[in-house]
């Protein structure tokens, strides 16, 4: 028994959460707009429900995130906060600015090459 074992701990426990930053991020957003009143959790279950059901959803739950991330967009686009083109324009802008970042160093939307400034 491992001292993690001993102290009670079940086994993974101490593996990320997330696989990838970006989906820590989206749950942290999902989290403070529910916070600020933006929809109940009742709305975010539907609309999270409808994106896993989907056809085409990973039977073994891999493509979770993309999922969560979807539904997030839905209800920002229904409730009127962001336009779903807007948020499309936004993601490629934040892609080319990654792409264009050096490794290492931190990604900025205005390193996108593609900018209008």
Do not use: C
Request: glycine fraction near 8%; charge should be negative; avoid cysteine.
């Amino acid at each position: 028994m491992n001292q993690r074992e001993a102290a009670g701990q079940p086994p993974g426990f101490d593996e990320p959460v997330f696989a990838e930053p970006w989906q820590a991020e989206a749950f942290a957003m999902t989290v403070a707009l529910h916070d600020k009143g933006l929809f109940s959790w009742s709305e975010w279950a539907d609309a999270l429900s409808a994106e896993v059901k989907k056809p085409g959803a990973a039977s073994d739950g891999h493509d979770y995130y993309e999922h969560w991330l979807a539904a997030l967009e839905n209800l920002l686009s229904a409730k009127g906060v962001a336009d779903r083109g807007d948020v499309d324009t936004l993601a490629a802008a934040w892609e080319r600015a990654a792409h264009a970042t050096p490794h290492g160093k931190p990604i900025l939307l205005e390193n996108d090459p593609g900018s209008a400034g």
